[in-house]
């Protein structure tokens, strides 16, 4: 059964930079049927996209996170990661990483999830 | 960007009941919608795919229906584990991918 976990530091100091891994378990990065995606859900609210990459390293962004977000993909250790610049206190929120699959003429859903970290974005 | 409104915000029900809970687009989407259920301190668990398609051991009193800008989730008799905040998620237009701001559903 496929699972994902995510790493990394818990408090961030602002305008410094979040990185965050999400470690695949079960299962291969390596697969052509998957992107695999981060979401994340600030205190008591919604949930926002934030991009998705291959196995490949071709990545899709939020617009509205394109000029700080950038991810990347380690096959061979079967993780993918987060590096989000110049963070403000709107960045502290829980992050989810999830699979997705590939579809020909559309978008997918999420599934499975993470468990999710809390990053606190405070000085 | 695709703007998911969710109605109700809160919805207060009791077990054995039946309940609707609905979705909005801003723009078609044809079935191109999921449904989450999320309960305190976990992840989102994907219950309903392609609007009406239930996810692997998702029970039959969850039923998807809609197409275009209007989608409804429907639990034709509510157990107490049903507690918990309903996301629907958009895939039909992208980019970003969008969710809606979610239906708690209190028992």
């Known amino acids: 059964q496929l699972q994902l976990h995510e790493s990394g530091p818990r408090l961030v100091r602002p305008s410094e930079t979040l990185s965050l891994t999400c470690a695949v378990s079960g299962g291969s990065l390596g697969s052509r049927s998957y992107y695999w995606g981060w979401i994340r859900q600030p205190p008591g609210k919604g949930l926002e996209w934030l991009g998705d990459?291959?196995?490949?390293?071709?990545?899709d962004y939020n617009p509205s996170l394109i000029s700080r977000l950038t991810l990347s993909v380690d096959t061979s250790k079967n993780h993918f990661s987060l590096t989000l610049r110049s963070v403000t206190g709107a960045d502290t929120a829980v992050y989810y990483c999830?699979?997705?699959?590939?579809?020909?003429?559309?978008?997918?859903?999420?599934?499975?999830w993470g468990q999710g970290t809390l990053v606190t974005v405070s000085s | 960007e695709v703007v998911m409104t969710q109605s109700p915000s809160t919805l207060s029900v009791s077990p054995g009941e039946r309940v609707t809970l609905s979705c909005r687009a801003s723009?078609?989407?044809?079935?191109?919608l999921a449904w989450y259920q999320q309960k305190p301190g976990q992840p989102p668990r994907l219950l309903i795919y392609?609007?009406?398609t239930r996810a692997t051991g998702v029970p039959a009193r969850f039923s998807g229906r809609g197409s275009g800008t209007e989608f409804t989730l429907t639990i034709s008799s509510l157990q107490p584990e049903d507690f918990g905040v309903y996301h629907c998620q958009q895939y039909g237009s992208w980019p970003p991918w969008t969710f809606g701001q979610g239906t708690k559903v209190e028992i």
């Open positions: 723009q078609t989407l044809d079935f191109n």
């Open positions: 999830a699979r997705r699959r590939v579809m020909t003429n559309s978008g997918s859903w999420f599934d499975p």
């Open positions: 990459i291959n196995y490949g390293g071709n990545t």
């Open positions: 392609s609007t009406s």
